[in-house]
């Protein structure tokens, strides 16, 4: 069993910053890529960034120069610094990882956090 408990979520104001953690933990051999997604109302689930094992990283285009998303593979956990808030970046953000969590299968599940709402007033 995965569990990912994402934190950092609240209110703020247009042009502050927050910073979202994940903390992944339970059976796990190793992760591979792990990503945030994120989720207006009445919108699709949208992916905002992602890092792959090796560091390399990939942004949405709304968000690119404003969110950096990192990784501590010794801890498990996924950050997300988001600076120059929006009230367009209101959503409920979920944290997201692709898990080996057996040595000799090579077979990837992805684990879904619970959600944290970040919520940008004008």
């Known amino acids: 069993q995965v569990q990912l408990v994402e934190s950092g979520g609240g209110l703020v104001q247009a042009g502050g910053s927050l910073r979202l953690s994940c903390a992944a933990s339970?059976?796990?051999?190793?992760?591979?890529?792990m990503g945030w997604y994120r989720q207006a109302p009445g919108k699709q689930r949208e992916l905002v960034a992602v890092v792959s094992s090796g560091g390399s990283t990939n942004y949405a285009d709304s968000v690119k120069g404003r969110f950096t998303i990192s990784r501590d593979n010794a801890k498990n956990t996924v950050y997300l610094q988001m600076n120059s808030l929006k009230p367009e970046d209101t959503a409920v953000y979920y944290c997201?990882?692709?898990?080996?969590?057996?040595?000799?299968?090579?077979?990837?599940?992805?684990?879904w956090g619970q959600g944290t709402q970040v919520t940008v007033s004008s």
């Open positions: 339970g059976s796990i051999f190793s992760i591979n890529a």
């Open positions: 997201n990882a692709g898990v080996q969590r057996w040595r000799n299968l090579n077979v990837q599940h992805e684990y």
